[in-house]
């Protein structure tokens, strides 16, 4: 089965820092790759869906890219209510899976 | 509106079981992609489980053999009977639903709490 690895596992960084997140995929796959953001005590809230679209309602900050096995999600200036945990997910094929989780604090 | 309501959840011993529920309304179940994802206490999200619109059923390989997802099309409500339970289990169980063709969980339920303990 095709695992995902999120790095870093946890990151500190400042308001209006460049924060980037990767997921590796263990084998290629399709471009069913999203990204989810969990504040805490909350439920997973779509971020990207199809690597780099933007879920309706999400800040322009957020971005995603790569293909094939790498791939990133980008919050280009950080804000204090993106502190978080961010999972990436691939979906659409046996089986659907989650990356770890990444978590995001302010410094 | 799309809701999701799970029940069904509780404190249940090694080797039991429970069935837990997920009612749905704002959709119909049998035309979706319904999902159940779980989270143990301050882990990450795992996929435990599917049911595709045409009924056709996926499972993790931790949960295989164990647990099963169901749906009742007359109650539109998705079901997951977990059996032989482990104390891995233990786990916050969400309810999720893929409402668009390319995207995929959009919208969750708020979780109902399983813990496995003697």
């Known amino acids: 089965d095709i695992q995902l690895t999120q790095s870093p596992s946890s990151l500190s960084a400042s308001v209006g820092d460049r924060v980037t997140i990767t997921c590796r995929a263990s084998?290629?796959?399709?471009?069913?790759l999203a990204w989810y953001q969990q504040k805490p005590g909350k439920v997973p809230e779509l971020l990207i869906y199809?690597?780099?679209t933007l879920q309706s309602g999400v800040p322009s900050r957020f971005s995603g890219s790569g293909s094939g096995t790498d791939f990133t999600l980008t919050i280009s200036s950080l804000q204090p209510e993106d502190v978080a945990t961010y999972y990436c997910?691939?979906?659409?094929?046996?089986?659907?899976?989650f990356g770890q989780g990444t978590k995001v604090e302010i410094k | 509106e799309v809701q999701l309501v799970e029940s069904g959840g509780g404190l249940v011993q090694p080797g039991g079981s429970l069935r837990l529920s997920c009612v749905a309304s704002?959709?119909?179940?049998?035309?979706?992609?319904v999902s159940w994802v779980r989270q143990a206490p301050g882990q990450g999200l795992e996929w435990v489980s599917i049911?595709?619109?045409?009924?056709?059923?996926y499972y993790a390989d931790s949960v295989k053999g164990r647990f099963t997802i169901s749906r009742d099309n007359s109650k539109n409500t998705v079901h997951l009977q977990l059996s032989n339970l482990r104390a891995e289990d233990t786990a916050m169980y969400y309810c999720?639903?893929?409402?668009?063709?390319?995207?995929?969980?959009?919208?969750w339920g708020q979780g109902t709490l399983v813990a496995v303990s003697s």
């Open positions: 704002g959709f119909t179940v049998s035309n979706n992609f």
């Open positions: 049911i595709y619109s045409g009924g056709s059923t």
């Open positions: 999720a639903v893929k409402m668009t063709v390319a995207a995929p969980f959009d919208y």
């Open positions: 997910h691939k979906y659409n094929s046996d089986p659907w899976t």
């Open positions: 199809l690597v780099s």
């Open positions: 084998q290629g796959i399709s471009n069913y």
